[in-house]
Nanobody, 124 residues
Framework: QVQLVESGGGLVQAGGSLRLSCAAS????????MGWFRQAPGKEREFVAT????????YYADSVKGRFTISRDNAKNTVYLLMNSLKPEDTAVYCC?????????????????WGQGTQVTVSS
């Protein structure tokens, strides 16, 4: 099993920045990549970004490309999501997830473990 705990959410004004963290514990060696998803009120959960543990390969949703950066610290088993130029439409609960599959995973069904999420609210 893998446990994931997110932190770093909060309230920020439009144009501001936040950095989310996701600490992984347990059998992290069984996972290939980590991802961030978000779910806004009344909307479905959507993919944000993913990164592989070994090579650090990244992939982003078009809606965040150029504004968000995903990174990882293998020594700490922690993944980060730096969010710049935040917009009100970025308001959502952000969850991190881990996948055992050896591919670029952008779908919820591709992920095996999930954190509880952290709220990000961007005011206009």
């Amino acid at each position: 099993q893998v446990q994931l705990v997110e932190s770093g959410g909060g309230l920020v004004q439009a144009g501001g920045s936040l950095r989310l963290s996701c600490a992984a514990s347990g059998r992290t060696g069984s996972t290939y990549a980590m991802g961030w998803f978000r779910q806004a009120p009344g909307k479905e959960r959507e993919f944000v970004a993913t990164i592989t543990w070994i090579l650090g390969r990244t992939y982003y949703a078009d809606s965040v490309k150029g504004r968000f950066t995903i990174s990882r610290d293998n020594a700490k088993n922690t993944v980060y999501l730096l969010m710049n130029s935040l917009k009100p439409e970025d308001t959502a609960v952000y969850c991190c997830a881990a996948t055992k599959g050896f591919k670029t995973a952008t779908l919820e069904k591709d992920y095996d473990y999930w954190g509880q999420g952290t709220q990000v609210t961007v005011s206009s």
